[in-house]
């Protein structure tokens, strides 16, 4: 077990790391994209959050979490909290947001492109003929279009200064995912494509002084997920009796660490195109979660779920 710590710097040792830094979380209305961007502000950094739920308006999820909400997470952990409501579907929007972080901050250190919000959309264990045509191409579309738009606009400002930082947010690592189906073949593929993007995207970046990885959370308690389970982030062990493998899970703080452990690094080059897991991380940067453990999800799934042995997570987290 390692430190303890319930506050935004307790395990967190990038605290203050990147005070003067410009992030952008791309997708940070909840989850693991609001979990990011908090603990960026923590690390003192600038975070512009987008998401479409925003200024009154909501996305096709009708949840209560909005940009401004997680604006004022970051600026309380610490950092300043920027709230922008695009769609990244929308190459204007995109365009306009890149613009602005350019004419208010004049630089970007960090972009994170976790753009999703198709968990309504995916059909489980459905074949690619029975599965909706419509909701499948609208998965790809929310998980594979929206970050290409936004890397296309937002590289170059990126690639201004070097040692910028990019990290696709997806579910899997490389390894897991390529012996592993998930879900469905439109889910699948979503989040396969992401974790090749960051590998050809490090290609183009590494001339330009510019690091790219694709980055996994494990089993994440975000809100939707706490709801599911009808508990919340206090007493979310009460769902352990009706999922006990959920003993793995994490915090969206815990990736949040993550991404603010690699933008604080030096050295984060020598992770160049590679797949990363929040666990994975959390050994090589020293971080822990909010309850000061180290859950290694991508380990525990093949070596204790996936392999049919009894839910404990004693020496994995």
Same mark, same amino acid.
């Given at each position: 077990?390692?430190?303890?710590?319930?506050?935004?710097t307790?395990?967190?040792?990038?605290?203050?790391a990147?005070t003067?830094?410009?992030?952008?979380?791309?997708?940070?209305?909840? $989850?693991a994209g609001?979990?990011?961007?908090?603990?960026l502000?923590?690390?003192g950094?600038?975070?512009?959050?987008?998401?479409?739920?925003?200024?009154g308006?909501?996305?096709?999820?009708d949840?209560?979490?909005?940009?401004?909400?997680?604006?004022?997470?970051?600026?309380?952990?610490g950092? *300043?909290?920027?709230? #922008?409501?695009?769609?990244h579907?929308?190459?204007?929007?995109?365009?306009?947001?890149?613009?602005?972080?350019?004419?208010?901050a004049?630089?970007?250190?960090?972009?994170?492109?976790?753009?999703?919000?198709?968990e309504l959309?995916?059909?489980w264990?459905?074949?690619v +003929?029975?599965?909706?045509?419509?909701?499948?191409?609208r998965m790809?579309r929310?998980?594979v279009?929206t970050?290409?738009?936004?890397?296309?606009?937002?590289?170059?400002?990126?690639?201004?200064?070097?040692?910028?930082?990019?990290?696709?947010?997806?579910?899997?690592t490389?390894?897991?995912?390529?012996?592993?189906?998930?879900?469905?073949?439109?889910y699948?593929?979503?989040?396969?494509?992401?974790?090749?993007?960051a +590998?050809?995207l490090?290609?183009?970046?590494?001339?330009? $002084?510019?690091?790219?990885?694709?980055?996994?959370?494990g089993?994440?308690?975000?809100?939707?997920?706490?709801?599911?389970?009808? #508990?919340?982030?206090?007493?979310?062990?009460?769902?352990?009796?009706?999922?006990?493998?959920?003993?793995?899970?994490?915090?969206?703080?815990?990736?949040?660490?993550?991404?603010?452990?690699?933008?604080?690094?030096?050295?984060?080059? *020598?992770?160049?195109?590679?797949?990363?897991?929040?666990g994975?991380?959390?050994?090589?940067?020293?971080?822990?979660d909010?309850? $000061?453990?180290?859950?290694?999800? +991508?380990?525990?799934?093949?070596e204790?779920?996936?392999?049919?042995?009894?839910?404990?997570?004693? $020496?994995? *987290?």
């Open positions: 077990m390692g430190e303890q710590g319930g506050g935004p307790g395990g967190n040792p990038t605290s203050g990147l003067g830094r410009v992030a952008l979380v791309a997708g940070a209305t909840r $989850g609001r979990g990011i961007a908090t603990q502000g923590a690390a950094a600038t975070v512009y959050v987008t998401g479409r739920s925003g200024g308006q909501r996305s096709e999820y949840r209560p979490e909005t940009i401004e909400e997680t604006a004022e997470l970051v600026t309380a952990a950092g *300043r909290g920027i709230p #922008v409501r695009v769609d579907l929308e190459a204007e929007q995109v365009r306009d947001l890149v613009a602005r972080i350019d004419r208010e004049g630089r970007l250190d960090v972009l994170v492109n976790d753009i999703w919000g198709a959309l995916f059909e264990d459905t074949p +003929w029975e599965h909706s045509l419509d909701r499948g191409l790809l929310l998980a279009d970050h290409l738009v936004t890397s296309h606009f937002a590289l170059p400002l990126l690639i201004r200064r070097p040692g910028g930082l990019h990290v696709e947010i997806t579910d899997g490389a390894e897991y995912n390529a012996d592993t189906y998930r879900i469905s073949t439109f699948d593929l979503a989040k396969a494509s992401v974790i090749r993007m +590998w050809a490090a290609h183009e970046l590494r001339p330009h $002084g510019a690091t790219s990885v694709a980055l996994t959370p089993w994440l308690r975000s809100e939707i997920m706490l709801d599911t389970f009808k #508990v919340t982030e206090d007493n979310w062990r009460d769902a352990l009796a009706e999922q006990p493998h959920f003993c793995i899970s994490e915090s969206p703080a815990f990736v949040g660490r993550a991404v603010a452990a690699l933008a604080a690094d030096p050295e984060v080059s *020598r992770w160049s195109g590679r797949s990363l897991s929040s994975q991380l959390a050994k090589e940067y020293g971080f822990t909010l309850d $000061g453990s180290r859950p290694d999800a +991508w380990r525990y799934l093949p204790v779920q996936d392999a049919g042995g009894p839910a404990d997570a004693t $020496g994995y *987290r």
